[in-house]
């Protein structure tokens, strides 16, 4: 193998030493200080500086690259710190809401956050950040400044669980504002209220609204509940149905406030 190679090394070693020769004498050339070796310095200069092109097209697209991933970055920092900003302006619209809602009535309303939904499998419930400690008993009603929402059920220390006006086993007494029918409603597992038994008589309009009672020891009276979405006539054509688009989201709701008196209350003797 070693002969093979010796061989054809001899057999071109005039190319070799040609390719020697230019070296050295290119080696010689450039280091000339010469006028006009410098002159033609710079002409082989320009001839083979396309060269370096490719170098510094990659080296421009590494820094682009970089620059991307910066740009990046800080489009994500400034896309959360505009969110955050958003969510504290909303927080501060909704808590101004609440606050003069608690300052225009005579009730004792303890404000709570909503902390999760549907925390037990017996009933549809949210769970809020009040409790005993709180003075908050079972039974009492909560409402937002949008309308009911519940009745506390299960009261801890620090926390209490919701029954919500969706769930089946959900009773309200009502009324009719303009109508002044009353009648107990109950809720509907497409979400609207239904009441039921009203005299054929009793004109209720569509568009409505539908308030508290009042006759009872845990709501308030006079709280909106929502409003009359349609009229139907029940199976036996005696009575009708009102049907009721209820005033609270609960899929929106943040923030509530628990009634802790029933001083509108009156037991009968």
């Known amino acids: 193998m070693f002969i093979k190679i010796l061989r054809f090394l001899v057999s071109i070693y005039e190319y070799l030493l040609l390719a020697l020769l230019i070296g050295i004498s290119f080696i010689i050339l450039m280091s000339n200080e010469a006028p006009q070796i410098r002159s033609l310095q710079g002409n082989f200069t320009d001839l083979f500086a396309f060269v370096h092109y490719p170098k510094i097209w990659i080296d421009d697209l590494s820094n682009l690259m970089r620059e991307n991933e910066t740009l990046k970055e800080e489009n994500l920092r400034l896309s959360l710190m505009n969110a955050s900003l958003k969510e504290a302006y909303l927080e501060n619209q909704r ?41 908050i008993k079972p039974n009492m009603a909560v409402i937002s400044q949008h309308g009911i929402v519940g009745k506390t059920v299960s009261v801890g220390q620090n926390n209490t669980i919701v029954q919500i006006f969706l769930d089946v086993n959900f009773r309200l007494g009502v009324k009719f504002q303009v109508s002044r029918v009353y009648g107990i ?3 509907h597992p497409d979400g609207y209220g239904e009441v039921r038994e009203i005299p054929k008589t009793a004109i209720i309009y569509p568009g409505e609204k539908v308030l508290t009672s009042g ?7 006079n709280i909106l509940v929502g409003e009359v979405l349609e009229i139907r006539q029940s199976a036996s054509e005696l009575f009708q149905i009102a049907v009721i688009k209820p005033s609270v989201l609960l899929n929106a709701l943040e923030e509530v406030f628990v009634v802790r008196n029933n001083r509108w209350f009156v037991k009968p003797s």
């Open 215 to 221: 006759y009872s020891e845990i709501y308030p009276p």
């Open 185 to 187: 409603m109950r809720w």
């Open 95 to 135: 808590l101004r809401e609440l606050l003069n809602f608690k300052d225009t009535t005579r009730l004792d309303l303890m404000p709570a956050e909503v902390i999760n939904q549907g925390v037990t499998p017996l009933f549809n419930s949210i769970l809020i950040n009040v409790g005993q400690k709180d003075g």
